[in-house]
């Protein structure tokens, strides 16, 4: 990118230990001459990094209809100021290619196949340098046959304008381009170029004849950038806002081939949304008295529970209360008997005490008399 715009972007480089895809988004403010360009770079962070890689593709569809939604949603206001809208929507995605010179990733082929409704694809295959002349042009061949098999629909540079269509025609043979990147320039000859050096020799990034990347800026920037804008807002776009209006339940006509009123359509979805209200309401409403009736339920069945807990309590309370009279009866009895056994035994010792001092006193005289 540092490259195709003859700028450097700030940023780090990115891990590539990330636990998912993750995109960043930046803009820039760009001047050549009189020419002001309002750049916005997203990068897709991680991408391809995963062990698991099935839903790789995912946070970079989203993204893209995130935008879409942005506009819709712009665009279905009342007062609406789209002249002055940052228009977030992605025209172009160069779709990077490792230089294998094999065949294309499963990557990237269900990748493509996701992107190819929703954006402008324009695969590159990065690092071009990295196979010969030879296998780079097998490589291509084999990439438009893997792209056409699996139906995947890349961006064709337009050949309606006579003007274009010459030149268009000729770089549409070219796809994909393979491109080398280097912001390095080094002396050839008498002009300092752009240039990648390497022990074995030089590689011009501008030169023709070591790789496409003169190919790619003339039609990305110089040649197709509006047809870009307009692929997106008329194909892409539209693509998207015919099936959200469609999710909304509006129509272009209805079934008798009638112009559809919006005022129909607005009143027959808010009388659908009421009737799906109600019926949440009401499904709410039994599902409470069923959960109300449950907890009575419960509730009668604990409270039996309590009283008959109660009842076996007060049961046993009152066996126990008789058991401990009974007791308590039997000890009174053997008491009194006691009692009585000691009276008894009192008296008798008492009268023993008294018959045995009269015959003391009998003794007494007797002695007396004897004297």
Known sequence: MDTLFNTKFEGDAASHSQPGVQLKSSTYDLQESNVNLKLTIVSTVGFGDQINKEDSYKPIVEFIDAQFEAYLQEELKI????????????????????????????LDLVTMKKLDSKVNIIPIIAKSDAISKSELT???????????????????FPTDDESVAEINGTMNAHLPFAVIGSTEELKIGNKMMKARQYPWGTVQVENEAHCDFVKLREMLIRVNMEDLREQTHT????????????????????????????????EAKRNEFLGELQKKEEAMRQ????????????????????????????????????????????LDDEVNAFKQRKTAAELLQSQAQQAGGSQTLKRDKERKNFF
């Open 79 to 106: 007062k609406r100021v789209l002249h002055n809208y940052h228009d977030t929507r992605i025209h172009a995605c160069l779709y990077f290619i490792a230089p294998t010179g094999h065949s294309l990733k499963s």
């Open 138 to 156: 097998k490589f291509k061949i084999k990439i438009t046959s893997e792209l056409v098999s699996n139906g995947v629909q890349i961006y064709q």
């Open 235 to 266: 194909r892409h776009y539209e693509l998207y806002r015919r099936c959200k209006l469609e999710e909304m339940g509006f129509k272009d006509t209805d079934p008798d081939s009638k112009p559809f009123s919006l005022q129909e359509t607005y």
């Open 287 to 330: 599902m409470f008295v069923q959960r109300v009736k449950e907890k009575e339920a419960e509730l009668k069945e604990a409270e039996k529970e309590l009283h008959e807990k109660f009842d076996r309590l007060k049961k046993l309370h009152q066996d126990e209360k008789k058991k401990l009279e009974d007791k308590k009866k039997s």
